[in-house]
């Protein structure tokens, strides 16, 4: 990333975020009222994630190097019921999760849950467009599993929103009429094996496409601006959209 982009990127992050908050804050009254009416706990959840990729470090059983990730606590506001992880521990929701709350269904699909990070972005820790931060424990493995997966974090923050979030669901899959959606199987299951619909690292392939093409266009500001303002365009007509399916 360039000093120019990275300059820009930081402007467009904090008066943002600002924006956002001063827009959103009404809102969270009423946010926070309808989960805990649901499900009484905490209203916003804290939880460790992996941000941009710090350096490789030698794995103590002599295996190939492992990925580290600079981590950080990103706030949201809670979707799932306070136990949530008692007896799973750490794993990726499904788009069927019993875990996940009535109201938390429809914060995921408005993507209302991620308000909370502008203060994220405002402590640096985030950007407003960037790939979605993993926990660490599953970037370490999926990094394993996947070539070049922990490449999306390399020079850049994780973000609220994004390219990849902008095009696929809250999981990872290509939405049903979206052009990508043609290529699904060409690109996830290119053996035609069995049993392997929906698997979490075939998502994560998906995300992975666009993460990196984020990536590339911060090398200059011609290729990172139109993209940057185009993200940030398109994120509230995805959060509508959500509203209508």
Not at 103 to 113: E, P
Not at 145 to 151: D, K, L, W
Request: charged fraction near 25%.
């Amino acid at each position: 990333m360039t000093r120019s982009v990275r300059v820009a990127k930081r402007l467009i992050d904090v008066s943002g975020a600002c924006l956002g908050l001063l827009v959103v804050l009404p809102l969270w009254p009423f946010i926070a009222l309808a989960i805990y009416l649901e499900s009484p706990g905490e209203i916003f959840f804290r939880q460790r994630r992996a941000g941009h990729l710090l350096a490789f470090e030698n794995s103590p059983t002599g295996g190939a190097p492992r990925p580290r990730f600079q981590e950080f606590l990103m706030l949201k506001f809670r979707s799932m019921r306070p136990d949530a992880e008692k007896l799973t521990g750490v794993v990726v929701a499904s788009q069927d999760d019993p875990r996940i709350t009535k109201v938390g269904k429809f914060l995921r699909k408005t993507r209302l849950d991620e308000l909370p990070q502008f203060v994220n972005v405002l402590l640096g820790q985030m950007s407003i467009v960037g790939p979605r931060p993993e926990r660490p424990e599953l970037a370490e493995q999926l990094a394993m599993a996947i070539p070049y997966f922990e490449e999306r974090m390399r020079d850049v923050k994780p973000g609220i929103t994004g390219l990849a979030q902008i095009n696929l669901s809250y999981t990872g899959k290509p939405y049903p009429d979206s052009h990508l959606a043609k290529f699904e199987q060409d690109l996830t299951n290119p053996f035609k094996m069995e049993g392997t619909e929906d698997a979490l690292a075939d998502h994560m392939r998906m995300k992975l496409l666009y993460d990196l093409a984020y990536s590339a266009s911060t090398e200059q500001l011609s290729t990172f601006l139109p993209l940057e303002l185009s993200i940030l365009f398109k994120t509230p007509l995805v959060m509508l959209r959500a509203l209508g399916t």
